[in-house]
């Protein structure tokens, strides 16, 4: 089921080299949050689901101590081969954490959060909620599924050195239970011609931004939903959920 972490984690930042290339811009606004939203200096960040390390490495090297945390080892494994700088890596899920108050600041990056349902995302925020130390920050974003967007095939390509992969994605949305159903077909082409393929077949949770709001003001003293790198606007497609202990 998780093909893209485990089989795929090799190819995960070629997958999203648009990604790769945006996350400088997404660490800038994080730091205004940080200056903005959080009542104490954030230096000590947990990256949960942290993946190949995009962000948790971005964040290191700007000088925040960090320890990301991730389901699949496979993800690390990438991780930890590109850190240049020392950080802690820890294969866990995000649900059973253990910390106490030990964070200035949590993050949780690129939709993670949508793993979690209606349940799992209250367990989540409070365990969250116990590793911030107070006047702490949670930070989350994940995307609109709303804006009318074809529900494919999307068919695009990315190069990882002499292989060419070619991606084709599509979705289906139960609207009733907000259920995403996420399906990615990963062909990877060598240069003789010869290919394998995946299939990637994900059940991820829609959130809107309000409820998102409601969820976490039940944990957070303070919740606020920005826009995409910017203050909430109409017709943002993807939300910034910003929680104070
Ligand atoms: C879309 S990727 C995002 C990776 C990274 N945050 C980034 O910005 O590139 C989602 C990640 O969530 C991780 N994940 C899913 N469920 C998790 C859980 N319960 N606990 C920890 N990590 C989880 C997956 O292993 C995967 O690496």
Known sequence: MHELYTALAGYYDAIYRRRVERVSREIDFVEELFQDEA???VRKILDLACGTGIPTLELARRGYQVTG???HEEMLAVARRKAEINIEFIQGDALEIDFDEEFDAVTMF???????DDSAIQQLFNSVKRALKQGGVFIADFPCWYYGGRDGPIVWDERKGD???VITDWREVEPATQKLHFKRLVQIVKPD???KA???DDELN???PREMRLLAEKHFRKVKIYGDLHELRPNDRRYWLVALK
């Open 110 to 116: 690129f939709s993670s959060i949508m793993y979690f």
């Open 206 to 208: 829609i959130y809107t």
């Open 198 to 200: 995946f299939m990637v």
């Open 193 to 195: 011609g010869s290919f």
């Open 69 to 71: 945390l991730d389901l």
């Open 163 to 165: 292989e060419w992969l």
């Open 39 to 41: 009542e104490r200096e």
